[in-house]
T-cell receptor
Framework: GEKVEQHESTLSVREGDSAVINCTYT??????FPWYKQEAGKGLHFVID?????DRKQSQRLIVLLDKKAKRFSLHITATQPEDSAIYFC???????????FGEGTKLTVSS | NAGVIQTPRHKVTGKGQEATLWCEPI?????VFWYRQTIVQGLEFLTY????????DSGMPKERFSAQMPNQSHSTLKIQSTQPQDSAVYLC????????????FGPGTRLTVL
């Protein structure tokens, strides 16, 4: 079945540095790639998404890149702040299906 | 906008008992999703509804688990004869439509089966 793999289980950066989280997917039909943030004890909070018709999307300090040939997508957080510390999940879904297949999560720690 | 509401937030059941989890989607959202989160398995899709009709239940364990959406304002996930391996956080999400759009997640119900 479709799988999404998240390469970094943990990531530590200094405040102000950039953080990059990488994901790969297996199903070539995947066309929608959202990212979610989960703070301790809380539910999932949407941060940004990208669709397969583009290869880059930016929202303030967040950049998502999509490489369809490599079946890889990544989340870049620039100028990190301590409040960016959380677990980040990547996900994928394919056209015709709304269900999300999630990666394993990356725990990001931003130290001041 | 209160967001997706899930009740109860915590539920403890004894092995073999039934558990019913409730979800109230965001008003106006036509799609409702159920996911399960555990340390071992991570986030797993269970089932989803669009306009109250079941669309995809491919993630639901075939026995003991069932989900319904009797009206547009709530959905239930029922687990019969609960087992310790059912212990997880059950997350409900809703979206404006059942497609490639943002899903809004509730805070989850933490189910503990003793």
């Amino acid at each position: 079945g479709e799988k999404v793999e998240q390469h970094e289980s943990t990531l530590s950066v200094r405040e102000g540095d950039s953080a990059v989280i990488n994901c790969t997917y297996t199903d070539t039909a995947s066309s929608y790639f959202p990212w979610y943030k989960q703070e301790a004890g809380k539910g999932l909070h949407f941060v940004i998404d990208i669709r397969s018709n583009v290869d880059r999307k930016q929202s303030q300090r967040l950049i998502v890149l999509l490489d369809k040939k490599a079946k890889r997508f990544s989340l870049h957080i620039t100028a990190t702040q301590p409040e960016d510390s959380a677990i980040y999940f990547c996900a994928a879904s394919k056209g015709g299906s709304a269900k999300l297949i999630f990666g394993e999560g990356t725990k990001l720690t931003v130290s001041s | 906008n209160a967001g997706v509401i899930q009740t109860p937030r915590h539920k403890v059941t004894g092995k073999g008992q039934e558990a019913t989890l409730w979800c109230e989607p965001i008003s106006g959202h036509s799609a409702v999703f159920w996911y399960r989160q555990t340390i071992v398995q991570g986030l797993e899709f269970l089932t989803y509804f669009r306009n109250q009709a079941p669309i995809d239940d491919s993630g639901m364990p075939k026995e003991r688990f069932s989900a319904q959406m009797p009206n547009q304002s709530h959905s239930t996930l029922k687990i019969q004869s609960t087992q310790p391996q059912d212990s997880a956080v059950y997350l409900c999400a809703s979206s404006l439509e059942g497609g490639r759009v943002e899903q809004y997640f509730g805070p989850g119900t933490r189910l503990t089966v003793l």
